[in-house]
T-cell receptor
Framework: QKEVEQNSGPLSVPEGAIASLNCTYS??????FFWYRQYSGKSPELIMS????GDKEDGRFTAQLNKASQYVSLLIRDSQPSDSATYLC?????????FGKGTRLHILP | ETGVTQTPRHLVMGMTNKKSLKCEQH?????MYWYKQSAKKPLELMFV???????ENNSVPSRFSPECPNSSHLFLHLHTLQPEDSALYLC???????????FGPGTRLTVT
């Protein structure tokens, strides 16, 4: 089992809809979880951090964490074409950040 | 300057050249990282430094040599590279190991 798993996509979502990105992780002891956005040819940009079970909202972004089920998700409301990018999930395991391979999101105008 | 900066942004080098990539962080962080990202591939962690001490070296070929003279600066020295080393090289920093990482813009390296 891979340490951090994401569906590679592409995930196609109509403009204005909610995009839902999912990530599962294998280490039950993981404590910190991060979402990064990476545009093609650019470096990853941190968009959300979440540390406790439940939801955390920041503007159009909501991160959801369920430690019992070992998954973390990112919801993007009112999706815009500018949200088209690869989204990387990252998990802290023993003071190491493990990145998933990313999900490509395509917002359809 | 703010955040994490990298120079040069683009580099073309021959297989027999020697060059260095530079990274500087202005965030007061204690940990710095080098990553390699090849086209359409995931991030590959190369080196980790915490408080200027190398704490991780992920089986990287010896033609890549890191140097961390202080907590704000990180170098990657390159020599006798191969064409398959062409990639985007990313530097990142964090308050400490396991904390959120902030990336620089990257150096696009092409080996001819």
């Amino acid at each position: 089992q891979k340490e951090v798993e994401q569906n590679s996509g592409p995930l196609s979502v109509p403009e204005g809809a909610i995009a839902s990105l999912n990530c599962t992780y294998s280490d039950r002891g993981s404590q910190s979880f991060f979402w990064y956005r990476q545009y093609s040819g650019k470096s990853p940009e941190l968009i959300m951090s979440i540390y406790s079970n439940g939801d955390k909202e920041d503007g159009r972004f909501t991160a959801q964490l369920n430690k019992a089920s070992q998954y973390v998700s990112l919801l993007i409301r009112d999706s815009q074409p500018s949200d088209s990018a690869t989204y990387l999930c990252a998990v802290n395991r023993d003071d190491k950040i493990i990145f998933g391979k990313g999900t490509r999101l395509h917002i359809l105008p | 300057e703010t955040g994490v900066t990298q120079t040069p942004r683009h580099l073309v080098m021959g297989m027999t050249n020697k060059k260095s990539l530079k990274c500087e962080q202005h965030l007061g962080h204690n940990a710095m990282y080098w990553y390699k990202q090849s086209a359409k591939k995931p991030l590959e962690l190369m080196f980790v430094y915490s408080l200027e001490e190398r704490v991780e070296n992920n089986s990287v070929p010896s033609r890549f040599s890191p140097e961390c003279p202080n907590s704000s600066h990180l170098f990657l020295h390159l020599h006798t590279l191969q064409p398959e080393d062409s990639a985007l090289y990313l530097c990142a920093s964090s308050p400490g190991p396991g904390y959120e990482q902030y990336f620089g813009p990257g150096t696009r390296l092409t080996v001819t």
